[in-house]
Nanobody, 116 residues
Framework: QVQPVESGGGLVQAGGSLRLSCAAS????????MGWYRQAPGKQRELVAQITSGGITNYADSVKGRFTISRDNAKNTVDLQMNSLKPEDTAVYYC??????????WGRGTQVTVSS
């Protein structure tokens, strides 16, 4: 069982920055993609950014140029640097990890609130 644990959420003013971190613990054999999703009140959970084990990244159009995802394969961690935050970035942010054998694990989420 793999347990992703998020940290780094909080309250920030528009235009500010936050850095989210996710550490995976447990019986880890091979981690494939690591990513961040978010869910705002009344909306579906959506992909924010994802990074493969080879370092290929994918971003939602709404965060391109503002957010940067990175990972440390040795430490089984994935970070999300969020700059130029907007009120519409307010959401609960979830870490998602996929492994081999194929399985998907979600963290419990961390709240990000951007005030205008």
């Amino acid at each position: 069982q793999v347990q992703p644990v998020e940290s780094g959420g909080g309250l920030v003013q528009a235009g500010g920055s936050l850095r989210l971190s996710c550490a995976a613990s447990g019986r880890i054999f091979s981690i494939n993609a690591m990513g961040w999703y978010r869910q705002a009140p009344g909306k579906q959970r959506e992909l924010v950014a994802q990074i493969t084990s080879g370092g290929i990244t994918n971003y939602a159009d709404s965060v391109k140029g503002r957010f940067t995802i990175s990972r440390d394969n040795a430490k089984n961690t994935v970070d999300l640097q969020m700059n130029s935050l907007k009120p519409e970035d307010t959401a609960v942010y979830y870490c998602r990890i996929t492994t081999t054998p194929i399985a998907v694990y979600w963290g419990r989420g961390t709240q990000v609130t951007v005030s205008s």
